[in-house]
Structure formats: C-alpha cells, structure tokens
C-alpha cells in the first residue's frame, strides 16, 4: 500500500534551514506528482509545493525564493530544502502523493503522510 513518511522537521531560529523528507513507496514513484503541504494551527492546510514526474516544480508565493522542492527517484524520495525560515513558516508539513500509479497501472490520488512539525522561533 502507499506509504509516505515524512522527517527532517524540528526547532530551528529564525533565518535558519531545515530539509525535510519524505520516503514513499507502494508506487511508482519516479511517475509520481509530488508535494508538500503545510498547516499552521488554526489555519486551513495549504499547498507549499509541489514537483511533476520530470522534475518541474511550482511554489507556493510564501515558498518562492526560500524554498526548493526536489526528488531522487533512485531513493523514493521527495525534499524540500527550507531556507530563511520564518515564525509565519511554523506548521506541521506533510507530503501528498498527488497523483500516481501502482505498478499494475492502478491510478492513485491523494494520498498523505503523518507530518513532520516545523517550529520557528524568532
């Protein structure tokens, strides 16, 4: 089954980096559309960014600059490199399959990992 595991996450002061990651698998991965959501306490989850099969990313205007989405497909595995993180960047992120296939060509969609929770003192 699809799994999606997200880590890299923690307490880091402002203007600093964090990369978080996330280990997929129960897919095809390299034809996989990837991305990465957030959500603040009492805010609705939004979408940060997110990166197609061949590697073209799009960002969130909050993540434009700041942040880069990445994936090796080699490992399975989606990053997203966080710099200059700001206390508007605390959420707890999560990684979303956005669409995919099993290795028999069944479609998947929307599927989530746990989170990982990044905290930004300032």
């Not at 034809?31 to 990313?57: C, D, F, N």
């Not at 993540?63 to 497909?73: E, L, Q, V, Y």
């Not at 099993?102 to 930004?120: A, E, H, I, K, N």
Request: aromatic content about 10%; glycine content about 14%.
């Amino acid at each position: 089954q699809v799994q999606l595991v997200e880590s890299g996450g923690g307490l880091v002061q402002a203007g600093g980096s964090l990369r978080l990651s996330c280990a997929a698998s129960g897919f095809m991965f390299s034809q996989s559309i990837m991305r990465w959501y957030r959500q603040a306490p009492g805010k609705q989850r939004e979408l940060v960014a997110g990166i197609t099969s061949g590697g073209g990313p799009v960002y969130a205007d909050s993540a434009k600059g700041r942040f880069t989405i990445s994936r090796d497909n080699a490992k399975n595995t989606v990053f997203l490199q966080m710099n200059n993180l700001k206390s508007e960047d605390t959420a707890v992120y999560y990684c979303n399959l956005g669409y995919g296939t099993t290795s028999y060509g069944r479609p998947l969609t929307d599927f989530w990992g746990q989170g990982t929770q990044v905290t930004v003192s300032s």
